[in-house]
């Protein structure tokens, strides 16, 4: 059974610059949750997308946005970016309020 | 900052069992997980605990809840140089979110 799959792996943007991340789920899971996880921070949680619903966001600025597609797959777009946007960003996936497995992240440098 | 404590550091020789800690703050809290970061690696997920249960035990690890504490931890035994990492305490709140601890940095000596 294939894991979560994060795309890219690694991104280099520029400030001012939007990026998409993209986040397969494993098969049959229907939650996808994203987490950034910066030195400073820790993990903090970033939104969580059910059955194509935002089911609950945490506190970031409106630039962080995501959505969830019909076939679980789900994309996280950060507009305006920051050089604080840097950070590895995670993706999970959760068939129930259970067990949440992680992607391997996308690293996003802002320069 | 965190909801959820852990020590940053904790070192142990070969052979011998480590026990990390964490402390949590929602009682109402359903679920509490211990993942495993390596470098430049996404999370591991290891092991996980219900709310209900005080204790749960896989292998070499050992979870143990204490819910009037509000206290968690986990035994890795007859630790092994390959489980050096950052391992991560987390609960699941009612909202579905998962809050984490700072990671503790386990090291392993031979």
Same mark, same amino acid.
């Given at each position: 059974?294939? &894991?979560?799959?994060?795309? !890219?792996?690694?991104?280099?943007?520029? #400030?001012?610059?939007?990026?998409?991340?993209?986040?397969? !789920?494993?098969?049959?899971? #229907?939650?996808?949750?994203?987490?950034?996880?910066? !030195? &400073?921070?820790?993990?903090?949680?970033?939104?969580?997308?059910?059955?194509?619903?935002?089911?609950?966001?945490?506190?970031?600025? &409106?630039?962080?946005?995501? #959505?969830?597609? %019909?076939?679980?797959?789900?994309?996280?777009?950060? %507009?305006?970016?920051? /050089?604080?946007?840097?950070? /590895?960003? /995670?993706?999970?996936?959760? #068939?129930?309020?259970?067990?949440?497995?992680?992607?391997? &992240?996308?690293?996003?440098?802002?320069? | 900052?965190?909801?959820?404590?852990?020590?940053?550091?904790?070192?142990?020789?070969?052979?011998?069992?480590?026990?990390?800690?964490?402390?949590?703050?929602?009682?109402?809290?359903?679920?509490?997980?211990?993942?495993?970061?390596?470098?430049?690696?996404?999370?591991?997920?290891?092991?996980?605990?219900?709310?209900?249960?005080?204790?749960?035990?896989?292998?070499?690890?050992?979870?143990?809840?204490?819910?009037? =504490?509000?206290?968690?931890?986990?035994?890795?035994? =007859?630790?092994?140089?390959? =489980?050096?990492?950052?391992?991560?305490?987390?609960?699941?709140?009612?909202?579905?979110?998962?809050?984490?601890?700072?990671?503790?940095?386990?090291?392993?000596?031979?």
């Amino acid at each position: 059974k294939a &894991g979560v799959t994060q795309t !890219p792996r690694y991104l280099i943007k520029t #400030r001012g610059q939007q990026v998409t991340l993209s986040c397969s !789920p494993i098969s049959g899971h #229907r939650s996808v949750s994203w987490y950034q996880q910066t !030195p &400073g921070q820790g993990l903090q949680f970033l939104f969580e997308y059910f059955s194509e619903t935002q089911r609950n966001k945490g506190n970031f600025p &409106g630039r962080f946005s995501g #959505r969830q597609f %019909s076939n679980s797959r789900s994309e996280m777009n950060v %507009s305006t970016l920051e /050089l604080g946007d840097s950070a /590895l960003y /995670l993706c999970a996936s959760s #068939r129930l309020n259970t067990e949440a497995f992680f992607g391997q &992240g996308t690293r996003l440098t802002v320069v | 900052g965190e909801d959820v404590e852990q020590s940053l550091f904790l070192s142990v020789r070969e052979g011998d069992s480590s026990v990390i800690n964490c402390t949590y703050t929602d009682s109402s809290s359903t679920y509490l997980y211990w993942y495993k970061q390596e470098p430049g690696a996404g999370l591991q997920l290891l092991t996980y605990i219900f709310s209900n249960m005080d204790m749960k035990q896989d292998q070499r690890l050992t979870v143990l809840l204490n819910k009037k =504490d509000k206290h968690l931890s986990l035994r890795i035994a =007859d630790t092994q140089t390959g =489980d050096s990492a950052i391992y991560f305490c987390a609960e699941r709140g009612n909202n579905n979110d998962m809050r984490f601890g700072a990671g503790t940095r386990l090291t392993v000596k031979p």
